[in-house]
Nanobody, 123 residues
Framework: QVQLVESGGGLVQAGGSLRLSCAAS???????MGWFRQAPGKEREFVAA????????SYGASVKGRFTISKDNVNDTVYLQMNNLKPEDTAVYSC?????????????????WGQGTQVTVSS
């Protein structure tokens, strides 16, 4: 079993930055990770993903060039650095882990999920 706990969310003004963290515990060996977000009344949206073996990354179109995903293998933590935040980035951000290495942009490809952390961007 894998437990994922997100932190780092909060309220920020447009143009500001936040860094989200996702700490994994339990059986965390070699799990690729992803970040997703969901705003009220909207579908869950893929944000970013990173592979375990070679740190390849993938980003959703709306965040590409502004967000960066990275990981610390020693501490089993994945980060999402969010720069130049916009009001439309407001959502609950959740991290997820999957068994099979590789980049996955669909939520159904992931096996474990965190509870999420709220990010609110004011205009």
């Amino acid at each position: 079993q894998v437990q994922l706990v997100e932190s780092g969310g909060g309220l920020v003004q447009a143009g500001g930055s936040l860094r989200l963290s996702c700490a994994a515990s339990g059986r965390t060996y070699r799990f690729p990770m992803g970040w997703f977000r969901q705003a009220p009344g909207k579908e869950r949206e893929f944000v970013a993903a990173i592979t375990w073996r070679d740190d390849r990354t993938s980003y959703g179109a709306s965040v590409k060039g502004r967000f960066t995903i990275s990981k610390d293998n020693v501490n089993d933590t994945v980060y999402l650095q969010m720069n130049n935040l916009k009001p439309e980035d407001t959502a609950v951000y959740s991290c997820a882990a999957r068994f099979i290495d590789g980049l996955a942009t669909f939520g159904r490809s992931y096996n474990y999920w965190g509870q999420g952390t709220q990010v609110t961007v004011s205009s």
